[in-house]
């Protein structure tokens, strides 16, 4: 069994009278494929939100390694590996895809290197970034105004930036959101490819993208764990094909 390098025990987030998040325990494991689905208003957000820091819950812990990190800032967060995709808004329009990464590359080694400077270093910031740039199709982009670009390939960038944080677990929140169908199989065959090593939690409603990349499901439903299970078992859930009837026909076997 691989270790366990996310866990969430017991989380609870309450608004007044509504629990969004209900006893909430789920365990991510080292390279996991994990996917997070539920119907809207589920809590999936709220959950992501709890796990990156933006929000604090009401009761229960977040333990990332072992460590509890459930008081700790964002930005803190992101240094200990645990990086989420950027929301579209946060991507600089003027900057090209070339720029956003050298500043994403350069931010991450000044602080893991602080004061001093080796020798090269822009060399291998500049090596890097073309890495990038072609491992989320970017290339023939790479000097273009974000902008500019299509719908589909500002969704690539963000998630190579959240790539650029050299993350241990990467939380994807709907990469494939709003995506027009020509370009989804870019964004599909890139998940697919990150590195191994990488754990990563999606939250996507194209089952399509869920169902081909997930090794592992957490069902979520009105803030609570409905059921968990392979991509196999739980299409055949009956519980989960209640939840689903009528929402949306994802549940394809």
């Not at 009761?59 to 964002?74: K, Y």
């Not at 579209?88 to 994403?104: D, E, G, M, V």
């Not at 080694?109 to 080796?118: G, M, S």
């Not at 089952?207 to 439903?221: I, N, P, Q, R």
């Amino acid at each position: 069994m691989s270790p366990v390098v996310l866990e969430t025990q017991g989380l609870v987030k309450r608004f007044g009278g509504i629990t969004a998040t209900n006893n909430v325990s789920l365990k991510v494991t080292r390279g996991a494929r994990h996917a997070l689905i539920g119907p809207n208003g589920a809590g999936k957000t709220t959950l992501i939100n709890q796990l990156t820091g933006v929000m604090a819950p009401t009761e229960g812990r977040v333990l990332l390694r072992g460590e509890d990190i459930t008081t700790l800032a964002p930005h803190k967060r992101v240094g200990l590996g645990l990086v989420r995709t950027f929301q579209i808004n946060q991507l600089f329009a003027s900057l090209t895809p070339l720029q956003s990464l050298a500043l994403a590359v350069s931010g991450r080694l000044d602080a893991a290197r602080r004061w001093w400077r080796p020798v090269g270093s822009d060399g291998a910031i500049a090596a890097e970034c073309e890495q990038l740039l072609a491992q989320f199709r970017l290339t023939e982009h790479a000097d273009r105004p974000t902008r500019e670009l299509p719908y589909g390939k500002r969704r690539l960038l963000e998630i190579g930036l959240a790539v650029a944080q050299k993350p241990s677990v990467l939380l994807l929140d709907e990469p494939a959101a709003g995506v027009p169908a020509a370009e989804r199989q870019d964004i599909l065959d890139t998940v697919a490819a990150l590195p191994e090593d990488v754990s990563v939690v999606l939250i996507e409603h194209d089952m399509d993208l869920v169902f081909s990349f997930a090794k592992y499901l957490t069902v979520l439903v009105n803030g609570t764990v409905l059921t968990e299970g392979t991509p196999q078992a739980i299409a055949a859930d009956p519980q989960v094909r209640a939840v689903y009837l009528g929402e949306t026909q994802v549940m394809h076997g």
